[in-house]
């Protein structure tokens, strides 16, 4: 599942590519991933208006439109779920067999792709009022952080996953943190000590902030079928699959830490894995 990182490199790849564009006709094959907007909604207001800009909050995507009926401002929410694919497709090519939503924008079809249909891309932006602050940006203080943990039971790994506390960590970068950070992922959200808080915190930054990095230079097969145009599975057919190489816990069952050597573990945590060093992250 795509993570704040992997939305953060599509959004900075597709905004190059739709700025100033205008959607000619909409194309909606199946109307699930519009919810709560109907289809009799979505289909009208698109055509006509033209993309003025695109950011991520959280794990969504945020498409901004100006309308065609006086300049109205529309905003458009993108989340990919588990399996969802947004890619420019080049004119004239046939629609993947999972297109949900096709935009038609003159020079290529704005592909809206999901085999289980489990994303989203609708109108209604109301997901957004619900999260955290965003945790490469100056409002994600050490100080509210320490509110919001002091104020749960869960295990921190699991808390994490509270895109209410903070948004866009998903399972492989709340692993990835923690291990960062040297914390326990079993270690109960209000124990954490400041310090350990102010280590999460910068270890949150961290990571987060080096995937975007490394992502931004992965050549990726934007649209094409075996890729989904995300970079952690964006690598040419035949490469190493270089991405997870730089995890140092994540999916690494079994593996020697990078830290200690010691085999990496995986534990389940409220139905989903984690990965840990047992050893390096220890409950102190
Ligand atoms: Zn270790």
Partial sequence: ????????????????????????????????????????????????????????????????????????????????????????????????????????????NLIYEDTRYFGRLTLDTSAVTR???????????????????????????????????????????????????????????NKLTMTQIRRLRLAIRAVLAEAIKFGSTVPLNWGENKSDGLFYFGHAPGAPDFYAERLGVYDREGQPCPNCGRPIKRITQAARSTFYCPHCQRVQ
């Fill in 1 to 108: 599942m795509p993570e704040l990182p992997e939305v953060e490199v599509l959004a900075r790849h597709l905004r190059r590519l739709i700025r100033g564009k205008t959607i000619r006709a909409v194309n909606v094959r199946r109307a699930k991933v519009l919810r709560p907007t109907p289809p009799r909604t979505f289909r009208p207001t698109l055509p006509g208006a033209k993309f003025t800009g695109l950011s991520r909050r959280g794990k969504y995507l945020l498409f901004q439109l100006r309308g065609k009926t006086a300049g109205k401002p529309i905003s458009l929410l993108g989340h990919l779920g588990m399996t969802g694919r947004i890619f420019l497709a080049p004119k004239g090519r046939r629609l993947p067999k999972h297109t949900a939503v096709s935009l038609d924008l003159g020079v290529g």
């Fill in 131 to 189: 999260l955290g602050p965003e945790p490469l940006d100056a409002g994600f203080g050490v100080e509210t952080f320490a509110q919001s943990l002091k104020r749960s039971r869960q295990a921190i790994k699991v808390k994490l996953l509270d895109q209410g506390l903070v948004a866009g960590i998903g399972n492989i970068y709340a692993s990835e943190a923690l291990f960062r950070a040297r914390l326990s992922p079993k270690l109960a959200a």
